[in-house]
């Protein structure tokens, strides 16, 4: 499977970006897509998840209230609606595809797309 995610720039503090990542091919019911950011010299963190196939959806505590992820799943694309972004969501993000399990922070992900480049300023 290979990912292309997309939606990323410059806004200001309190904007909205809204971020897709595209599947080449159909995704498995069980898996999750995610997002991921990642600060320079820091490790990649999780944002966000969602079940491709039951929808339940998962969040990091600081994007809580102000990201939104869903799916399209006869597109086989992904979203990440980010509103009210501050300056400290400036990262790239990428999008993945694996088993996800936020609650013990268990992230096995399988494919990964390139980042794209969210700048949110001050």
């Known amino acids: 499977v290979q990912l292309q995610a997309s939606g990323g720039g410059l806004v200001q503090a309190g904007g909205s970006l809204r971020l897709s990542c595209a599947a080449s091919?159909?995704?498995?019911?069980?898996?999750?897509m995610a997002w991921f950011r990642q600060v320079p010299g820091k490790e990649r963190k999780f944002v966000s998840a969602?079940?491709?196939?039951?929808?339940?959806?998962y969040y990091e505590d600081s994007v809580k209230g102000r990201f939104t992820i869903s799916r399209d799943i006869a597109k086989n694309t992904g979203y990440l609606q980010m509103n009210v972004l501050k300056s400290e969501d400036t990262a790239p993000y990428y999008c993945?595809?694996?088993?996800?399990?936020?609650?013990?922070?268990?992230?096995?992900?399988?494919?990964w797309g390139e980042g794209t480049q969210v700048t949110v300023s001050s």
């Open positions: 969602i079940n491709w196939g039951g929808g339940s959806t």
């Open positions: 993945a595809v694996g088993m996800v399990d936020p609650t013990s922070a268990y992230y096995a992900m399988y494919y």
């Open positions: 091919e159909s995704i498995f019911n069980n898996y999750y």
